[in-house]
């Protein structure tokens, strides 16, 4: 088996995972797969959305499948954005919105210490499988770096000193949450 669908409306998250799997697997996004749905995220927990939105796309297709959900857990602020780390500033929020809002909530915290989380949901002959993978690091105070979507220009992974949006895909693949969903998923994929 060499073919998936990505269930995903990511551009962003295509290109990484893309880059990962190499001329191994053929993947193929939604819009690449002419589905045009935006997939509802409604549950408390990355496992539950990633296997929601792989589960909503295997049976509309009957093919093969994986989804992934990534959340940024911030330690000072509970967890969050977490689960919500797409929607953080509201429904329709911009990547720009969602780290304006992340770095206002942290001014004046000393800890800035954050997670980033992917739980990748495969589901490969109507069998679920979950892959997860996890980067921790730092909120830094100012974006820096134009490389990278979402958090990664205010995200410095422990052992670096530059943001991932400083970093070139490779790089942040160094240090990435979901390069190592990823290789665990292709470790499965394998064997
Ligand atoms: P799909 O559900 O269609 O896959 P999405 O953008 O809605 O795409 P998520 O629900 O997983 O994806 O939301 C995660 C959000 O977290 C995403 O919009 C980014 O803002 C952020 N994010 C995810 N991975 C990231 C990464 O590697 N670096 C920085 N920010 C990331």
Redo the contacts with the bound molecule.
């Keep these: 088996m060499n073919k998936l669908i990505f ?4 551009k ?2 295509v290109e ?1 995972v893309r880059h990962l799997l190499g001329s191994r697997f053929e993947i193929n996004s ?1 819009s690449e797969s002419s589905i045009n749905i935006d ?1 509802a ?1 409604p549950y408390d927990t990355l496992a539950e ?1 990633a296997t929601e ?1 792989a589960e909503v796309i295997y049976r509309l297709t009957n093919k093969d499948c994986f ?6 857990m911030v330690d000072s602020l509970g967890g969050e954005p977490g689960v919500k ?2 929607r953080y500033a509201g429904e329709n929020a911009t ?1 720009e919105n ?1 780290v304006d809002k992340l770095l206002l909530k942290l001014e004046g915290k000393a800890n800035r210490a954050a997670t ?1 989380k ?1 739980i990748i949901c495969l589901i490969e002959s109507g069998r679920q499988v979950i892959f997860e993978g996890t980067c921790k690091g730092t909120i830094i105070a100012e974006k820096r770096g134009n490389m ?5 220009p205010v ?1 410095v992974p422990d052992g670096a000193i530059a943001t ?1 949006a400083e970093m070139t895909m490779d790089e ?1 693949n160094l240090y ?3 390069k190592k969903a990823v290789v665990k998923l292709i470790n499965y994929l394998s064997n």
Excluded: M, P, V
């Design positions: 269930a995903t409306n990511n962003n998250k990484e939604l997939i995220e959305n939105k989804a992934e959900d990534t959340g940024l780390s797409a990547h969602n980033f992917t990278g979507f979402g958090y990664d995200f991932f942040k990435s949450h979901r």
